[in-house]
């Protein structure tokens, strides 16, 4: 059926729509009033162009990452994207891993630095067997291993689902879903990739996702969305910083570390009414910057921005010489 448009934006969206159809808004039918598959990829290859030029015009070596993926991955707000890089939305609502397979040349040939890849709960949906989607996404870090041997290829952990629910009545089990995970994870390693394990961010003591991280059982809501840009913040900071598993480990059970010429302890903090990770940093370290906050979320473990109130945390304090 025809979507009326509620505000100003979709209509002037809908006309140059009408338009790319060489159509006049007024003539528009429902065949055209939703766009197609070929639509998005037509945007997305358009877009990929377009930041390439936006990339060859930037006198430093600007460096792009992209989302691969399905609507996930589609509606990430933008807002909430990881500054300090640009970005480049590859995701197509209801697309599938083989789908991502074949559209794999719209990329941007240069410059890209991370690649994220988030695919397989629409193959869940539509009963692919879990070998298949391993099959299709081994072909995938291939293909992108060799065309992009200067980029970092990052598989995520498919999210859990809370299904079925009032909107959506199917059924993805979350045990098929950790099990294509725990498959998934070996075979990203095996092929020298790198595999985020965000799922646990997402879950309820139940295993299924949390409820305030959804809209429909399976999509993300805005809160869902920040605890996914939390996880992706962690990750751009400790590959850009190479704090890597042992690192972590070291972080975690040491009784100090140095930082910028100077030395730290750790000591017993009391979150109080009002503190985030950004400004107990701040008080701690005199800074605010990310890679900062993410020394005190490593060594606590912290998986989000916002802490309980009276929650009892570690934080560095400076060794006076």
């Given at each position: 059926h025809f979507m009326i448009p509620k505000t100003g934006i979709e209509m002037y969206q809908q006309r140059l729509f009408a338009l790319h159809k060489s159509q006049i808004y007024t003539d528009l039918d429902s065949e055209?009033?939703?766009?197609?598959?070929?639509?998005?990829?037509?945007?997305?290859?358009?877009e990929s162009d377009l930041i390439q030029d936006k990339i060859a015009k930037k006198s430093d070596s600007?460096?792009?990452?992209?989302l691969l993926g399905d609507s996930l991955s589609m509606w990430f707000p933008n807002n909430l994207l990881p500054s300090g890089k640009l970005w480049l939305n590859q995701g197509i609502s209801g697309d599938t891993t083989s789908g991502i397979l074949k559209r794999l040349d719209i990329f941007a040939k240069n410059n890209i630095n991370n690649i994220y890849i988030l695919a397989g709960i629409n193959d869940l949906k539509r009963q692919v067997p879990v070998a298949e989607i391993l099959k299709n996404y081994q072909k995938i870090i291939d293909y992108l291993q060799y065309n992009y041997p200067d980029s970092r290829i990052l598989v995520q952990s498919i999210f859990p689902t809370q299904l079925p629910t009032e909107i959506?009545?199917?059924?993805?089990?979350?045990?098929?879903?950790?099990?294509?995970?725990?498959n998934l994870a070996q075979q990203v390693n095996d092929q020298g990739s790198i595999y985020l394990d965000f799922y646990q961010r997402f879950t309820n003591t139940q295993g299924n996702l949390r409820s305030e991280l959804t809209t429909d059982g399976l999509h993300l809501s805005l809160e869902?969305?920040?605890v996914w840009q939390f996880a992706l913040k962690q990750t751009e900071s400790r590959l850009s910083k190479n704090r890597d598993h042992n690192y972590q480990k070291w972080l975690?059970?040491?009784?100090?570390?140095?930082l910028d010429g100077q030395s730290y302890s750790w000591v017993s903090y009391q979150v109080k009414p009002g503190d985030t990770l950004e400004k107990i940093t701040l008080k701690a370290l005199g800074q605010e910057d990310f890679d900062y906050c993410d020394l005190i979320a490593i060594r606590n473990n912290l998986i989000s921005d916002i802490r309980p109130i009276d929650d009892q945390i570690e934080i560095p304090q400076l060794i006076q010489k």
């Open positions: 055209i009033d939703q766009p197609n598959y070929q639509d998005w990829l037509d945007i997305l290859k358009q600007s460096r792009l990452n992209i959506l009545t199917f059924s993805i089990p979350n045990s098929l879903i950790k099990q294509l995970n725990q869902g969305y920040k975690q059970e040491s009784a100090g570390f140095p």
